[in-house]
């Protein structure tokens, strides 16, 4: 009975696991593996890649075939093969150096290298086949592997536990659309983590989907690149022929590309140009850090193209390797992507417009693969159990094979995350992690950690837990937090919070909290009550830890507070895609608070203390006697056509290429003994825009007014956020360097706009010397009107990316064009 068993096992085996194609190595003739190759049926897109073993497999079906291997670099060699159904038979390619001929040409003035004739018909061809293709569909095999290679025993005294080796490996299988000229669409049929059984691939094939016929090719970093053929190319290259060599009828010309300055953000290495047609047989380039990448030394592009029906080449596999080195960690890894059952729409009207449209297709009808549902905001679906395939599965449906590394890393951790998930190892770890030492006492803070129920508290770290303030004088606050979380999700947390003033001998203490649904609408449900301190402007545009900095170091406390006892209930909910909705109802007992310390570092003659009142141009006294207010806000925040992912657990938002909007509605409601009547409505707009070699901008623009001010205190004036120290303090769109904190609050209509231009490494990248510091300019300007403060102008230049980052502005203000004030800013800038 077993032996029967046994014999059936085996035999189901067999079937499952024997394919019908091709297998083998892709190597030089001296022997060297030639990984990522390119191995493909001739006259189809059905191909694969080896891996970085050189290693192979392409499936196809039974029959008579022509099995194509080609490498950058080598001729391409060809295969007739006979298959049966099953069978898989065995065959290295051995590929020989590509033997380049050289012609003679006639060397006019100016052309110095035959390559530039090349590249110019190139160029003059470069924006057909940017839009050669309308639409088409594909499906995507992608594999991501980070590896680690060194890294230091500690950094800022802390053991690193971090260990050598594959730290990722994932690999997932798409179906792709693509429409011009940006619409996009995927669905993920199948994802695999190294370790994590669970876990969904972040591998997205529209990451790949670069074009290279674009004028600036962006590879998801601070700056585009000039393409080799852009229409400024000649600004940005030189160009040598290395010679050509023919590939089936078609002449191809191999040309080294070459940076003419050392810092430009530009490629080097080979691009591959098919005589006459002018198009790329294949690219191969790179970028170094040099050239504006961050934390990442080098990257390497590689693209092979293919002619799919119609004649019409598309990518048929790309490649980004790259290593990366910080703070004594160096690496490597790379992304493959191998592309195969091409569908093309060509761009009939442009064949059209070119008189082409019977040349290339004759008498045949247009055919349109989409249809306006095929696109929508929803660009990647992960489908449910994508990421549950077994490895028989994989088997069959990887096209490139594993290297024994990667086996063993997959095996291994599947192992590891057995272990890592049973309750024993949790608890050991915990036990470890929970362990009191004096760098959390004091630097860090403490939390403790429950791993099997994710329940977790944590304490803040002494050195954060001080403040002063006039006010107060010397405040401790503490604030622990205690949250659960479901699947690596906080479901809800609760965080109580107290402070005691030693100058004001006064205790406050509070409690709020937060429970969010897990669903795709991202619904969170707030509350919190208490008697706290808040500030005038309460969006804190002062933080108290630079507050209680400027006080006992200068001498002056630019952060004014009141006292009030409140409760409150918030909501939020994505109402529609795009459309997110946050509401608030607070009522709260108000009190004006007065300075009790006069403590501070320095002498008494630069000490320069005011009042906890604000002085104000609209309103001569802010300080206010007890008094009740029942505040109702909404805010709608509109993204247009925002896209995003859908998977099984969660959403992800991507982007707009269209600016934010919001608005909001702020209620003092006259009821149940509140005192505040008033009625606010504001609107504000923010986008960022990428300029192309010059830089990013970024803008935001404000406008508001209080319908009804029957009854309303100074908190509830609309106040901007200023600036009175060195430090630039909020990260946030609209902020002012040089304004005085409460001198323009208003109840008065406003208008507000705020740019900001960082030219990346535009300017100080042609400058010698300081071009290898990898320094970033940058420009702003900040305006501000209203009927109390008239017309007021901020201007700023500054530098950032200071020893990484750092910045440092120099601002100028002006008021009804009069002179205001100057003054340096130091902030983060990455």
Not at 9 to 14: K, N, P, R
Not at 37 to 50: D, L
Not at 521 to 544: C, L, V
Request: aromatic content about 16%.
């Amino acid at each position: 009975m077993k032996i029967t068993f046994f014999c059936l096992l085996s035999l189901l085996g067999s079937v499952v696991f024997s394919q019908t194609g091709i297998k083998g190595f892709t190597k030089s003739e001296s022997g060297e593996v030639l990984p990522f190759s390119t191995v493909y049926v001739k006259g189809t897109t059905n191909g694969t890649t080896s891996n970085s073993e050189g290693e192979f497999f392409l499936k196809t079906p039974a029959g008579s075939h022509t099995i194509v291997a080609q490498h950058v670099g080598y001729k391409v060699l060809e295969k007739q093969i006979n298959l049966n159904s099953g069978q898989s038979i065995r065959y290295d390619f051995i590929l020989k150096e590509q033997a380049l001929q050289l012609q003679e040409v006639v060397v006019t003035a100016g052309d110095d290298d035959p390559a530039n004739r090349v590249i110019r018909e190139a160029i003059k061809m470069r924006k057909f086949y940017e839009s050669e293709v309308s639409a088409f569909k594909t499906d995507a095999y992608l594999k991501g592997l980070f590896r680690l290679d060194d890294r230091p025993d500690k950094i800022l005294g802390q053991q690193v536990t971090v260990d050598t080796g594959i730290l990722y490996l994932s690999e997932s299988v798409s179906e792709f659309s693509f429409e011009l000229p940006d619409k996009v669409s995927e669905r993920m049929i199948s994802s695999k983590v190294s370790g994590d059984e669970q876990g969904f691939s972040f591998n997205k094939a529209s990451d790949f989907n670069i074009n290279a016929y674009s004028k600036f090719i962006d590879l998801d970093m601070e700056r585009e690149f000039v393409s080799p053929i852009a229409p400024q190319a000649f600004l940005f290259y030189d160009y040598e022929l290395l010679g050509f060599f023919e590939e089936n009828g078609k002449l191809i010309n191999k040309i080294r590309v070459i940076p003419k300055r050392s810092t430009d953000p530009v490629f080097e290495g080979v691009v591959y140009i098919v005589e006459d047609e002018w198009r790329f047989h294949s690219i191969d380039l790179f970028v170094t850090k040099a050239r504006g990448l961050e934390f990442i030394d080098s990257l390497k592009v590689n693209q092979v193209f293919a002619p799919t029906e119609h004649d019409i080449w598309m990518p048929l596999s790309q490649k980004y390797s790259f290593r990366f080195g910080a703070f004594g960690f160096k690496g490597s890894g790379y992304y493959i992507g191998v592309y195969s059952n091409y569908e093309v729409e060509p761009n009939y009207e442009m064949y059209k417009k070119a008189n082409r449209y019977e040349e290339k297709f004759g008498t045949k009808e247009d055919k349109d693969l989409f249809e306006e549902k095929d696109f929508s905001s929803e660009v990647l679906v992960v489908e449910e159990g994508s990421n549950e395939r077994d490895s028989t599965y994989w088997k069959n449906i990887r096209p490139v094979p594993l290297t024994a590394i990667e086996v063993e890393d997959y095996e291994v951790k599947d192992s590891i995350r057995l272990v890592k998930e049973s309750v024993p190892y949790k608890d050991s770890v915990d036990a470890e992690r929970n362990k009191l030492t004096i760098g959390k006492i004091f630097l860090s803070g403490f939390t403790h950690f429950n791993s099997v129920d994710e329940k977790y508290w944590s304490l803040p770290a002494v050195i954060s837990i001080f403040q002063f303030n006039t006010v107060e004088g010397f405040v401790p606050e503490i604030q622990p937090t205690i949250w659960k979380q479901i699947d690596g999700r906080t479901k809800y947390w609760i965080r109580p919070a107290i402070r005691y003033g030693f100058s004001n001998e006064t205790f406050n203490a509070k409690v709020e909290g937060g429970y969010r649904n897990l669903d795709n609408k991202f619904t969170r449900y707030y509350a919190g009550g208490g008697r706290y301190i808040s500030q005038f402007d309460e969006s804190e545009s002062i933080t108290p830890f630079i507050n209680s900095y400027v006080t006992l170091v200068n001498g002056e406390n630019f952060m004014k507070i009141f006292q009030k006892s409140f409760g409150y209930v918030r909501f939020q909910q994505e109402v529609k895609n795009g459309v997110l909705l946050n509401t608030k109802l607070e009522y709260a007992s108000r009190d004006t608070l007065t300075n009790t310390s006069d403590y501070t570092w320095v002498s008494d003659e630069k000490r320069d203390f005011t009042s906890n009142q604000p002085p104000n141009m609209e309103l001569p006294q802010t300080g206010f006697s007890n008094h009740q207010a029942l505040i109702f806000e909404a805010t709608v925040r509109f993204r247009f056509k925002q896209t995003y992912a859908t998977r099984p657990d969660r959403k992800f938002i991507y982007s707009s290429k269209y600016p934010e909007v919001f608005f909001t509605y702020k209620k003092g409601i006259n009821t149940l003994g509140s005192d505040v009547n008033f009625d606010f409505v504001e609107i504000r707009i923010t986008d960022e825009m990428s300029l192309g070699l010059t830089g990013t901008s970024n803008y935001a623009i404000a406008g508001g007014a209080f319908l009804n001010d029957k009854s309303l205190t100074f908190v509830d004036f609309r106040h901007f956020s200023g600036n009175q120290t060195s430090l630039s303090q909020v990260d946030e769109p609209l902020k002012f360097e040089l304004l005085p904190f409460y001198q323009f609050s208003t109840t008065k209509p406003f208008f507000e706009a705020h740019y900001e231009h960082h030219f990346n490494e535009f300017i100080f990248n042609k400058i010698p010397l300081v071009k290898k510091l990898n320094l970033q300019a940058v420009a702003s300007a900040n305006y501000l009107t209203n009927e109390t403060i008239g017309n007021y102008v901020e201007l700023g230049a500054g530098i950032e990316h200071i020893f990484k980052f750092m910045r440092v502005d120099y601002y100028w203000a002006f008021r009804n064009n009069d002179f205001f004030g100057s003054g340096f800013r130091i902030g983060v800038g990455f």
